[in-house]
T-cell receptor, first 113, second 112 residues
Framework: GQQVMQIPQYQHVQEGEDFTTYCNSS?????IQWYKQRPGGHPVFLIQ?????EVKKQKRLTFQFGEAKKNSSLHITATQTTDVGTYFC?????????????FGKGTKLSVKP | NAGVTQTPKFQVLKTGQSMTLQCAQD?????MSWYRQDPGMGLRLIHY???????DQGEVPNGYNVSRSTTEDFPLRLLSAAPSQTSVYFC???????????FGPGTRLTVL
């Protein structure tokens, strides 16, 4: 069945270091979304990428959608303690409703001050 | 707007008990969904609804029932709770114009 995989599962960094999480889909995606979940919180939408090869930036966060629209990455430059949390990618789930998403298992980021 | 609200925030049940997790949204979204989140498993879709009166099963529907009598409300029912249903439950609604999903604060359920 359709799968969305994320690596790494965990990442521990020193404050100021960079961080990257990778997302790979078993199928071509029409779009990919990224969410952040703070410890004890709920997932919050960060961004959606639609175009092949698209790159979008939000301050220190850079999101990229692969040329084949099967992979994506999130890069954080110079991490801060406020970046702590779990980052999920999600793509449309095929076979069900158009609104359904299939989520990766997430990358949990911890930042040591 | 309150967005997506969920009650209760925490719940402890005994095996075999029933309960309803409440979810409401005030954004007039047609699409709503329920997920469960378990350590290392990410978010898994339980049930979803594309509008009032229309519901369907997601990836892990067994043991759960839903109904959608209004656009605003989408309750999740556990008819006979089992320890395997210990999890964090999130309700979400989706914007028709942007595909963005908005999550509620979650219900942390423990079944003993």
């Amino acid at each position: 069945g359709q799968q969305v995989m994320q690596i790494p599962q965990y990442q521990h960094v020193q404050e100021g270091e960079d961080f990257t999480t990778y997302c790979n889909s078993s199928t071509t995606l029409s779009n990919i979304q990224w969410y952040k979940q703070r410890p004890g919180g709920h997932p919050v939408f960060l961004i959606q990428l639609v175009k092949s090869g698209e790159v979008k930036k939000q301050k220190r966060l850079t999101f990229q959608f692969g040329e084949a629209k099967k992979n994506s990455s999130l890069h954080i430059t110079a991490t801060q303690t406020t970046d702590v949390g779990t980052y999920f990618c999600a793509g449309p789930s095929y076979g069900g409703s158009q609104g359904n998403l299939i989520f990766g298992k997430g990358t949990k980021l911890s930042v040591k001050p | 707007n309150a967005g997506v609200t969920q009650t209760p925030k925490f719940q402890v049940l005994k095996t075999g008990q029933s309960m309803t997790l409440q979810c409401a949204q005030d954004m007039n979204h047609e699409y709503m969904s329920w997920y469960r989140q378990d350590p290392g498993m990410g978010l898994r879709l339980i049930h979803y609804s594309v509008g009032a009166g229309i519901t369907d099963q997601g990836e892990v529907p067994n043991g759960y029932n839903v109904s959608r009598s209004t656009t605003e409300d989408f309750p999740l029912r556990l008819l006979s709770a089992a320890p395997s249903q210990t999890s964090v439950y999130f309700c979400a609604s989706r914007s028709d114009s942007t595909d963005t999903q908005y999550f509620g604060p979650g219900t942390r359920l423990t079944v003993l």
